[in-house]
């Protein structure tokens, strides 16, 4: 699974891929450390008050394949019967992974259908409707991974100032989409006053990157400015389908 991991993780999916593993036995802890070593998959432990394993009903060494909602997406692969030592099994539950990552988005709004069916119950949400008067439309809700339905989760952007190097950098940290996520895009703007807004986005670089592996289907980033800004700058995020 590690191999299956590697190799999905450099290709460009449109919902990114994350796989978890979970020790089957219930009671005994003792299987972990050779599990991990060496690898970096996450690796939780079963109990019998969680009780995965009842409650998915699975069965020795399964791969349940599961769409954002956790909803059931494919057929099981067991790894017993269909050993990962060869390379036609390896591609068989590649190509599952890679189907259940395909993005949906009938009304071509940028935003998952998933997403939309989840919190709206339709599909056909206006992209710039604020349904919780928090002052953020559904775009942005979606692409920075607040809840559109709760004026308490407000998509936002820590700015911060980064002291590694001779003079100070400016940081944004901000949750947004694994994967492809239908082509989003997002900028970094900044202002003077608040009222013209100009793309800074060539002016910063990656600087880290935090997978959550929370449900969410996003990660938390944080970007550095190349070089020193004026102090007196104003700066946000803008979420834009490409």
Known sequence: MQQIFDELREEDLSHHVEILGVNWSQDDEFANDLMTE???????????????????????RDVIILDPLNREQAIRFNLTTSDLALATNREVLKKLLRNAAVFVDEDDDGIADYWEQW???????????????????????YGLGSDPL??????????GLSQEVESPRVTLTFRRRLGLAGG??????????GEK?????????????????DGTGTEIVTFQS???????KMFRVRVLKD
């Open 38 to 60: 060496g690898r970096n998959l996450p690796w939780l432990q079963d109990t019998l008050i969680q009780n995965v394993r009842d409650q998915m009903s699975a069965s020795y």
């Open 226 to 232: 190349v070089s020193e800004f004026p102090i007196r």
């Open 197 to 213: 807004w100009s793309d800074q986005s060539s002016s910063f670089r990656l600087q880290k990157t935090i997978r959550t592996f």
């Open 150 to 159: 709760s004026a308490q989760s407000i998509p936002s952007v820590e700015v």
């Open 184 to 193: 989003l895009h997002y900028l970094i703007e900044a202002s003077e006053e």
């Open 119 to 141: 919190f709206f119950g339709a599909i056909d949400i206006a992209g710039n409707l604020d349904a919780d008067n928090d002052g953020a439309d559904q775009m942005i809700e």
